[in-house]
């Protein structure tokens, strides 16, 4: 429901607006694998190969902290390519919103294919030497630091100036929103948001905003396989879920509905690349709990502004509020 897909007459006035009144398209498809934007892969008559990027239509209903998403994935690999993170390159980026009514971006094309299409191919140490290397490009993302915590949106009240100010208004925008879209929730929504606050202390750890994905589940990560059973990183996509603040949280979606014993050996590929070391202590664990919590709260309440409905999202929703119930345990 998100998604604003275009007229073929549209898709060439975008063009004409980022590349001069001579552009043309060779040929374009829709990319259909993504859940937010809509997106189609363009091959200009000047043999540029583009992915076109366009965001939801302003006013429709959806989770608090997603206005102007598009704005954040478009600082988001700004920031990340100047330090050298493989991330698509923004060709052209559009606000004007005056064409088909919401924000636009070109981005360069990655070679490869996502992870997630590839990954039952990929042999045991296969599969984890590609994990070893998002995990070093990851560290090199955390090295750009932003000027607060939170998530850079235009009136953001995650925007604050410490890390457990920022994440807490965080939990409540998406348990506002459980109200605001009558989601369903296996908990009350003041004991989960009493339940996270109760461990606010250590969030004081975090002295940094550092710039994090925090969507990096294999679908957003694209490698190249080799044709021997071996695959290399080339890329990061999908930025616009970006925020400011704990590095820690980036292992919640690497680690997403996966065997928790892989964490060891993620921590010590991101410290082997030099840029920073995280220990998983116990405070640690507990902050990945928090996280976890919330990404869990997140994809809940965001069924509702997605137009998906019937026995699937029914059952998947009952099976994510059943591992949601064990996380809070955790944190009891």
Known sequence: MTKLRVSEAELGALVRRGFGA?????????????HFNVAYAIRLTDGAELVLKIAPPPGLKLLSHEVDLMRTEVEFFRRAGAAGVA??????????RDLVGSDFVFLSRIDGVSLDSVRDGLGPAALAAVRAQ??????RLHTITGPAYGYPLRNSRSWQPTWRAAFGAMVWEILADARRLGSRLPVPVDEIGALLG????????????ALVHFDLWDGNVFVLPDGTGGATLTGLIDGERALYGDPVAEFVSMTLF?????????????????????????????RLALYTCYLYLVMLVEGATRGWRGPEREGFERWLAELLVTQLGQLR
């Open 22 to 34: 001579a552009a043309r398209i060779e040929r374009s498809r829709e990319l259909t694998d993504g």
């Open 87 to 96: 991330v698509p390159e923004v060709v052209f980026a559009d606000g004007e």
């Open 134 to 139: 998002v995990a070093a490009e990851t560290a």
């Open 198 to 209: 109760r461990h606010g202390d250590v969030l004081d750890e975090v002295d940094r905003p």
């Open 258 to 286: 996966r065997d928790p014993a892989e964490l060891p050996d993620l921590l010590a590929a991101y410290t082997a690349a030099g840029h920073a070391t995280i220990e998983p202590t116990p405070n640690v664990r507990c």
